[in-house]
């Protein structure tokens, strides 16, 4: 099985030499990228544990919904540094295995770097869209939130669909609209107006939520020649266990999240709102907001 995926080195070269000549815009852009990946993986870090008490319950019936058995061969796509390779490595079992992919080396480094990796667990850098999968290598692809990112969505899936067995499963979670979401919409209007208009309108339409219409799904997932696809909408009331790490999490990630962290100078006012908005719905657990989500099954014909 290993031998099916060749571990690409996860060379971290952020600010490294510079092996070709370059303009200097080229230079700016490409250490501004490298910067933003670090920063983004650094956010991740920071907040895991209340990110993934938010993540956890999603992912969790998106692998529900394949129905992993033991022995299962599983890859994870876009896995971040979140908590979903492991709970994945629980379902398969010691004879199982788990490949989480994602095109960030900073986070596979992270993952590489923890302790306690289960021998069932490896990972791989590379881009799920263009990654040479051995035909047929595994049982079910997997991804919580990591599948809404690609510039040919229905060729990165053709991608995926040649990694499966014939009779393989896709199982994915992906959020549905902005507006249908208040875990996004309720941070977003507390601190509006603290932000410039156009950032918050541009939100709806960023990447996230490219995969919001089960139409666009549907199209792709048959585009790609997968079969048997099934697309059910999944709401449900998710929090970080106290007022401060919803705080937290909803101004670190998510869309107020990257609206700050393109425009740190804007955050204190607009955290102090969200802070205010968020108590107001705060309760034993801390508070909960509504997700709305797409969970997305599919097979290998
Ligand atoms: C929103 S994060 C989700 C991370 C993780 N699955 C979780 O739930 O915590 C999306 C992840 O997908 C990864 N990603 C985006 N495009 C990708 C691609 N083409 N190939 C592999 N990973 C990709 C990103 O680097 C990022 O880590």
């Not at 939100?203 to 059910?232: C, N, P, Q, Y």
């Not at 100078?265 to 108590?279: G, I, P």
């Amino acid at each position: 099985m290993m031998g099916a995926l060749s571990p690409q080195p996860c060379a971290p070269e952020p600010y490294g030499t510079i092996s070709r000549l370059t303009s200097i815009a080229e230079e700016r852009d490409r250490v501004a990228t490298s910067m933003k990946t670090h920063s983004r993986v650094r956010t991740w870090l920071e907040i895991r544990e209340p990110l993934e008490r938010q993540l956890e319950p999603l992912g969790r019936a998106a692998m529900e919904a394949i129905g992993l058995s033991e022995g299962h061969r599983v890859l994870d796509v876009g896995c971040g540094v979140g908590g979903t390779p492991l709970a994945l490595s629980r379902r398969v079992g010691p004879r199982g295995q788990v490949i989480g992919l994602d095109v960030l080396p900073d986070a596979i480094d992270v993952l590489r770097g923890n302790d306690g990796n289960p021998e069932n667990v490896s990972f791989i850098c590379g881009d799920a869209q263009t990654y040479g999968f051995a035909a047929g290598s595994f049982d079910a692809v997997f991804s919580r939130f990591g599948v809404m990112f690609f510039d040919d969505a229905t060729e990165a899936f053709r991608n995926l669909l040649k990694a499966l067995r014939p009779g393989g499963r896709l199982g994915f979670v992906s959020w549905r609209d902005l507006s249908d979401n208040e875990l996004d919409e309720l941070p977003l209007r507390a601190a509006s107006p603290h932000l410039p208009p156009g950032l918050v309108n541009s939100t709806a339409a960023s990447a996230w939520f490219s995969f919001s219409k089960a139409e666009t799904i549907r199209r792709v997932l048959d585009g790609a020649g997968f079969s048997d696809v099934e697309i059910t909408s999944r709401d449900e009331g998710i929090g970080s266990g106290s007022l401060q790490d919803m705080v937290a999490v909803c101004s670190r990630v998510g869309a107020l999240g990257a609206i700050l962290r393109d425009h740190p100078h804007l955050t204190r006012k607009a955290v102090r709102a969200l802070e205010d908005a968020l108590r107001e719905r705060d309760g034993p657990n801390g508070p909960e907001l509504m997700a709305a989500v797409w969970i997305v099954t599919a097979k290998a014909p």
